[in-house]
């Protein structure tokens, strides 16, 4: 730990005479209250800060001066909600994530800020267009999909919710990759979206904190208490520099921050080896530094990627906690009062180091007992868990985090110790548990249990639905139930923010429902939405939700074409699937069934292929670089989307599209639009999903299995409104080892699917044969044989259920009414009364 000292802090903190701190606290600049003053705001930021002149003001100068416009209103709404947090010495939360998706900033801003509004017409008054100007901003890409979307909803609910909470995460130069489709296949490119920088962030060069890597341990003793420490000098040390992204809540003057930390170096180059002509090597410690947060998430199958996603993981951690550190130092607290003060929320194990890193900068550093500090850890952290997949929960190979942090390893081992001794008191004759649940797995290489370390140093651990928190309970995490009880164990479903979700991704249906209502409150009380209920049999009404789903799929159908160069008719049923790609969310039966239904199409006599309804498919998102099954499941989809779509027999009834690069901005114009979403997930591996609960809160219907956060979005809006199939997660395992033993038939639906591809007729069959072969020879993991009969009914039900456009419309309108509890903001509530004890600052700053 380093930096300033505790001492050192005070002094600063009383070197400033009370005079001026009265004429800050007094200081005030004037914001923008009307048209006329936003712009000339707008006018002073294209010649001054862009140093441009209105005469060569385009879109992207447009877009610059209006979000610093905007910006210099959050910054002094953000400054004045800090010093009052300050003031009321609240408790806060600190959100760790390593991954924010943001998506764009501007809209979001003028939607919280309550100003679209005047912002449209000043825009329009300068002679832009403020629909072009919200489009030149390029996704903030820092997340990989759903773990990244929630932690942003998250940030947003904070805010709004008056709660004093900030998110920590890095600032990837590189976001997550862009996904260009070349011949079918996914092709990775390098997504710069610092390219034209970032007017939203505000540079904090002036923190920075030095972060060790590698180097030594060595025994020595406190000159103050004259007994041992230990004492790490780390060989290898880069900066964390603070960069500030401010959270608007929604109609209220409260300004959170996610603070993102960028890796520099201690020094730019060698100068002695710059000099002597070495000019590759003079700047090798610059790159190196430079590379932890260069690109999100490296490909870690082999050595050198898990080290760099190792060393992001703990620079991250390691920077967070001193700025918490020194925030708590500066109230002059004792440190028994630290988690009074501060809650810290792991999402995920990626942040699980910050457990040990607290434990070491308590005991190493500020010279606490073990037992004092590790009360005090344990009471500070929470983690919640976001899969049920035992492979998928992240280990580190023992000798590859000793290498790196020598001292972190040290302290694993002595928590793991620790721990196990008091498992042994607990169940002194069951030798097997201890082994089941020490950190360290006795495997070769032997592992580091990162999901344990965080169950072990955490009060509370959660999951993201009740499915999914019951089945942590009873299988992956069951030891530890036993252990500690099930007080431990919690459930916070996930939830979405609707200003986002619904106002800014759907702003025709939003103003319907706000016209419908009297007003927008359901925006922040979602549970008004139910009222909808009351005009169930207003046809005008349910005229006007038709007409709104119709203008979005009109808005879809152009994006295809753009992007795609696919017409589509926007009056067929659009059945969507946009996630990431993964074997387990099934996107290869999605499109098993689009070839079953093109083969069934095709073998219907074309007087008769009219009762086949038109439908256009559309799946979407990106595989990992290295997951070559998500791959060929592209390459498979686009396959097939280039026979059915040139296909003149079928013309309109089935079209295929894979919509490229899907990210925020694309989900917001693609969930407004479905008719139906698939979330198909084998049961008992999707944790939650939150892109149901966005389709669902936009009037599309489900097409699911009972999996996730579909079981309590069932409940909410009724067995009748959702369209669910497949085998129950309490059949998963029988069901793969019945597969094992050669013991299940593929059905000859799945056959007549499979015949097809091997014929040829969507390209060479040895580019898919190993996806057939997953289900034919290598026992069916995520049961697509099982499922597939049932699935393809399901959808059967859909098109005549779809055909009733009175009850599929009412359908839709019951979905949204009931769509209440899947808020973001519910979600904080329940974290902030049962997990983090903190509460809202009500006054407003």
Known sequence: MTGFTPTEIKNIDAAIPVKCRNSWANHSIKSFQTADELETRFINHVETTLARSMYNCDDLAAYQALSNSLRDKLILQWNKTQQFYTIKESKRLYYLSLEFLMGRALDNAMINLDIKDLCNKSIDELGFNLEDIIEVEPDAGLGNGGLGRLAACFVDSLATGNYPGWGYGLRYNYGIFAQKIIN?????????????????????????????????????????????????????????????????????????????????????????KFNEGDYDDSVSEQQKAESITA??????????????????????????LHDIVRRFLKTSKKWSEFPDQVAIQLNDTHPTLAVVELQRILVDIEGLEWNEAWDIVTRTFSYTNHTVMQEALEKWPVDLLGNLLPRHLE?????????????????????????????????????????????????????????????????????????YGEQKFTNVTNGVTFRRWLKQANPKLSSLITKKLGSDDFLTAPVLLKKLEAFIDDKEFLQEWDNVKLENKKRLALLIKKLTNVDVNPHNLFDVQVKRIHEYKRQQMNIFGIIWRYLQI??????????????????????????????????????????????????????????????????????????????????????????????????????????????????????????????????????????QLGRIEIPDALKLVFT????????????????????????DYYLVADDFESFIEAQSTIDKEFLNRDGWIKKSVLCVANMGFFSSDRCIEEYSENIWNIEPVSEQV
């Not at 609960?693 to 979005?713: C, Q, R, Y």
């Open 411 to 483: 302290i694993i081992y002595d928590i793991n110790l620790f721990f196990l001794q008091n498992v042994e008191k607990q169940f002194p004759s069951d030798r097997a548990l201890l082994s089941r649940v020490s950190i360290v797995e006795e495997s070769n290489p032997k592992n580091l249990r990162m999901a344990y370390l965080a169950i072990i140093g955490s009060h509370k651990v959660n999951g993201v639905a009740e499915l999914h928190s019951e089945l942590i309970r009873t299988t992956i995490f069951k030891d530890f139930v036993k252990i």
């Open 602 to 739: 095709k073998s219907t006599p074309v007087d008769k292929r009219n009762k086949w309804l038109p439908k256009v498919c559309i799946i979407g998102g990106k595989a990992a670089p290295g997951y070559y099954a998500a791959k060929k499941i592209i390459k498979l989809v686009n396959s097939v989307g280039d026979v059915i779509n040139n296909d003149p027999e079928i013309g309109d009834l089935l079209k295929v599209v894979f919509i490229p690069d899907y990210n925020v901005s694309k989900a917001e114009v693609i969930c407004p639009a479905s008719d139906i979403s698939e979330h198909i997930s084998t049961a008992g591996t999707e944790a939650s999903g939150t892109s149901n609960m966005k389709f669902v809160l936009n009037g599309g219907l489900i097409l699911g299995t009972v999996d996730g956060a579909n079981v309590e979005i069932t409940r909410e809006v009724g067995e009748d409104n959702i369209f669910l199939f497949g085998n129950l997660a309490e059949d998963v395992e029988d069901l793969r080892y019945d597969h």
């Open 184 to 272: 079918g296949y996914q092709v990775e490119s390098p997504d710069y979206w610092l390219k034209f920088g970032n007017p939203w962030e505000i540079p904090r060069l002036e923190i920075q904190i030095p972060v060790d890597f590698y180097g030594s341990v060595n025994t020595v003793i406190d000159s103050k208490t004259g007994k041992e420490k230990k004492q790490w000098s780390g060989c290898e040390r880069v900066l964390a520099i603070a960069y500030d992204f401010p959270v608007p809540g929604f109609r209220t003057n409260n300004v959170n921050n996610l603070r993102l930390w960028s890796s520099q170096p201690t020094t730019e180059f060698d100068f002695q």
């Open 756 to 779: 097809e591809l091997e014929k040829g007729t969507f390209g060479n069959f040895d580019e898919y044969r190993s996806l057939v072969d997953s289900i034919r020879v290598h026992g």
């Open 295 to 320: 690109v999100l998430y490296p490909n870690d199958n082999f050595y050198q990627g898990k080290e760099l996603r190792l060393k992001q993981q703990y620079f991250w951690v390691a920077a967070s």
